[in-house]
């Protein structure tokens, strides 16, 4: 759905900032999209207490995983989404695949 591309991202925080076991982040972040849903709007939109309705440990950190370009730009391991790791994927077909 649109606005949720952060969801796992979300979950994952949740485990790291929070020491939550993964199956009740998910959980946990499955309630907050449903709130999110609920209101019409995208995670990062969503206000703090709503989501501290759902779990109360959610701070205000949370919103850095809700960017949709940190997201992106996390993800730099061999074949991420990050803007050097694209870059280097099409400079890379395009010496095998152009020559």
């Known amino acids: 759905a649109r606005g949720f591309s952060t969801a796992t991202d979300l979950a994952d925080w949740l485990v790291r900032a929070l020491g939550l076991p993964f199956r009740q982040a998910h959980h946990v972040t499955g309630e907050i999209v449903k709130r999110a849903e609920a209101r019409g709007c995208t995670l990062a939109d969503l206000p703090l207490a709503e989501m ?47 020559q």
């Open 52 to 98: 501290q309705a759902v779990e109360p440990g959610i701070g205000d950190a949370v919103y850095e995983v809700l960017d949709p370009e940190r997201s992106v730009a996390s993800r730099s391991s061999y074949g991420g989404t990050a803007p050097q790791r694209v870059r280097a994927a099409i400079g890379a077909a395009r010496r095998r695949y152009l």
